[in-house]
């Protein structure tokens, strides 16, 4: 399939940088491929690219260098201590191909960003950009959105994660968004997609929680189960905690997250999700749900879980198998939406099913197309 550029929008952030080491780690045998769906064997002979078919680049506004960060994480226990100097010299490869982002927006930053797409793409086969920064407050509605022609009059109206969706697609790249941020989600951008027979996917990566919803909601409406309530409270550290700390942020954040239940459950049900920072817990997260719900005869019962992880350590191996079936899609001619994306995100664009098993068996049916 040739070198397959992946451009990371917040390349020096911690999801980022796990997966360029994890990628380096992986490819020089140093450790396990656990976590990464498209090295299972459901996807043998899927025609995907290799781990070392991978080249990163991207954009961020921060400049700690990529070594130095992935030494802050192997010292916070993300990644493994030994891992930081085997993989130093392919992290460092990565950092010369890192832009800051632009600082400004409209036309001039599409411009930018298409420029530095365009020099990246120099000598590869295909490029994806994957959105791994921080989340977005919703957007607000504009006429613009509407259609092709008019955003063309004014990008100013588009928020930062929209307009790397537009550069993208003027660059032609495929385009990932792993934040719930508004990304390709308009009318005009889809437009865009569709004319340049270039595929997108996203929204928010199911990591935690909305996984364990994704799962479990299911079960609950297929053995007629009457879900009540279903109540959730996160608390994050790191730099998505304190970038969620933000009711804007959290707001775009927690519409994503209830989506799962509407969707499996035909119905909203009473309870909300409930996110708080607290920084000593550095790249982890806890999250708690308790679900309220009604069986036969009307005895009330109740559901209550606990789960603990790192972010990262979750992510990462995501945005790698993402990155890899995007550059599937871009060879294979794909325009719009890809719906059987869906099984990694937790309000997915397209049209396809919610549940978790339902969604895998799309993915692995797509991926053999």
């Known amino acids: 399939m040739g070198k397959i550029g992946v451009w990371l929008i917040g390349a020096r952030g911690s999801v980022a940088t ?108 295909h490029v994806v950009v994957l959105n791994v920064s921080s989340t977005e407050p919703p957007c607000t509605p504009h006429p613009a959105h509407e259609s092709l ?50 595929p997108y996917a996203g929204r928010d990566g199911k990591t935690g929680e909305t996984l364990l919803r994704s799962v479990l909601a299911p079960m609950f409406a297929q053995r007629a189960l009457n879900v009540l309530s279903w109540s959730g409270t996160n608390l994050l550290g790191g730099g998505d905690g304190a970038t969620l700390a933000d009711p804007g942020a959290a707001s775009s954040k927690n519409a994503s997250k209830q989506q799962v239940l509407a969707q499996n459950l035909g119905r909203d049900v009473d309870g909300e999700v409930h996110i708080d920072y607290v920084p000593a817990l550095g790249d982890w997260k806890t999250a708690w749900d308790h679900v309220l719900f009604e069986g036969f005869l009307g005895a009330r019962m109740t559901l209550q879980l606990t789960w603990q992880g790192c972010d990262s350590a979750l992510a990462a191996p995501l945005v790698l198998d993402l990155a890899r079936l995007t550059a599937k899609a871009c060879r294979d001619g794909v325009a719009g939406p890809v719906a059987e994306f869906g099984f990694f995100f937790k309000d997915p664009v397209g049209d396809g099913p919610h549940d978790l098993a339902s969604q895998y068996a799309a993915l692995r049916e797509w991926a053999h197309r």
């Open 18 to 125: 796990t997966a360029v080491a994890g990628a380096a780690a992986m490819r020089a045998g140093l450790t396990a491929r656990t976590g990464c769906v498209t090295e299972l064997p459901d996807f043998a002979g899927a025609e995907l690219p290799g781990l070392g078919d991978l080249v990163f680049g991207g954009h961020d506004v921060v400049d700690t260098p990529l070594v130095k960060r992935a030494e802050h994480l192997a010292a916070a226990g993300v990644l493994p201590s030994t891992l930081p100097g085997p993989v130093a010299a392919d992290l460092e490869a990565a950092e010369a191909r890192l832009r800051p982002a632009p600082s400004g927006s409209g036309r001039e930053a599409a411009d930018r960003i298409v420029a530095d797409l365009t020099e990246f793409r120099e000598g590869l086969d």
């Open 149 to 198: 022609a008019a955003l063309e009059e004014n990008l100013d109206v588009l928020p930062p994660s929209a307009l790397y969706a537009y550069a993208a697609f003027r660059a032609g790249c495929g385009f990932v968004d792993f934040t719930p941020s508004t990304g390709a989600r308009l009318p005009a951008l889809d437009e865009l997609a569709r004319t340049a027979g270039l």
